[in-house]
């Protein structure tokens, strides 16, 4: 097992410009998270799918964020008219379905957006 | 709703010196509560968790941490520390049932090591 994997791994666009990130999941997990670090900050948590099922958003997520899990495998984050505010660490995750032995989110090694 | 305060931002330790984090959460129901550490251009690595039992928990590379509910804090220790150790260190939340979802972060304690 590889484990969480995330690209691209840095990305510079223009103000305007939309962008997509994608994340392959440890195989058998059935979770996909995403969160978003800004410097100095931790993690905060945007959404999560179970499967292909989007469970969760927080209302970080503007509008202008869509993810996607369409097969229950790989997920992608897409930003659309990116704002400057979007410069970010965007990180995912996977899990088993929690348990009390088992439950821990792995991270992937995150895609850096830089929006000039 | 879940929240973590770390109450130091940056933490100066001597090489093989001991050393604490501090972690105070808050949450109206039972939580499960972890302690990663992110290397410098790496991603998060779990340290250690808490889900149910002994208040001691240990992790990898020597740390611990101790579950106190009536004080609301999850506090990091290491004995003796190498300059390896130099990372960012993020305790976290998240509520105790096997439903849950979201991991919430504190803001981070970077701890800096002098040889």
């Known amino acids: 097992d590889t484990g969480v994997s995330q690209n691209p791994r840095h990305k510079i666009t223009k103000r305007g410009q939309n962008v997509t990130f994608r994340c392959d999941p440890i195989s058998e997990h059935n979770r996909l998270y995403w969160y978003r670090q800004t410097l100095g900050q931790g993690p905060e948590f945007l959404t999560y799918?179970?499967?292909?099922?989007?469970?969760?958003k927080s209302r970080l997520l503007s509008d202008r964020f869509s993810a996607e899990r369409p097969k229950g495998s790989f997920s992608t984050l897409e930003i659309q008219r990116t704002e400057q505010g979007d410069s970010a660490m965007y990180l995912c995750?996977?899990?088993?379905?929690?348990?009390?032995?088992?439950?821990?989110?792995?991270f992937g090694p995150g895609t850096r957006l830089t929006v000039t | 709703a879940q929240s973590v305060t770390q109450l130091d931002s940056q933490v100066p330790v001597f090489e093989e010196a001991p050393v604490e984090l501090r972690c105070n959460y808050s949450s109206s129901v039972s939580v499960y509560l972890f302690w990663y550490v992110q290397y410098p251009n790496q991603g998060l690595q779990l340290l250690l968790k808490y889900l149910s039992g002994s208040t001691l928990v240990k992790g990898i590379n020597g740390f611990e941490a101790e579950f106190n509910k009536s004080q609301t804090s999850f506090h990091l220790r290491k004995p003796s520390v190498h300059i390896s150790d130099t990372a960012e260190y993020f305790c976290a939340v998240s509520p105790g049932y096997s439903s849950a979802s979201k991991i919430i972060f504190g803001s981070g304690t970077r701890l800096s090591i002098r040889p």
């Open positions: 995750a996977s899990s088993s379905t929690p348990g009390q032995s088992s439950y821990e989110q792995y």
């Open positions: 799918f179970q499967n292909e099922a989007q469970l969760e």
